[in-house]
Nanobody
Framework: VQLQASGGGLVQAGGSLRLSCAASGSRFSTHAMAWYRQAPGKQRELVAAMRSGGTTNHTDSVKGRFTISRDNAKNTVYLQMNSLKPEDTAVYYC??????????????WGQGTQVTVSS
């Protein structure tokens, strides 16, 4: 599985961006998808995740501002980011968690896309 993230950029505080992550391969609809981010000097953290059944969760710091969604017909997951803050500045990574059965789960990562929010 290959993941191609896009949509990052430079935006002023209060602005919006939409990240996209296109996945290769089949059975995209069965994958759990997520967005992580890593700011300079910090550990990578989960931003939002979406299970194959549609259940979502968002980390507290982005609740009400960010929304994860997916289009299974396009093999794409999105992260709509509104009301951006300077502390949202980070490299954002797309993640796919694929369960091959019998407890064999593999994580795949995209290349990352830079989001910079200016104050």
């Amino acid at each position: 599985v290959q993941l191609q993230a896009s949509g990052g950029g430079l935006v002023q505080a209060g602005g919006s961006l939409r990240l996209s992550c296109a996945a290769s391969g089949s059975r995209f609809s069965t994958h759990a998808m997520a967005w992580y981010r890593q700011a300079p000097g910090k550990q990578r953290e989960l931003v939002a995740a979406m299970r194959s059944g549609g259940t979502t969760n968002h980390t507290d710091s982005v609740k009400g501002r960010f929304t994860i969604s997916r289009d299974n017909a396009k093999n794409t997951v999105y992260l709509q980011m509104n009301s951006l803050k300077p502390e949202d500045t980070a490299v954002y990574y797309c993640n796919a968690e694929i369960d091959y059965g019998l407890g064999f789960v593999v994580d795949y990562w995209g290349q990352g896309t830079q989001v910079t929010v200016s104050s």
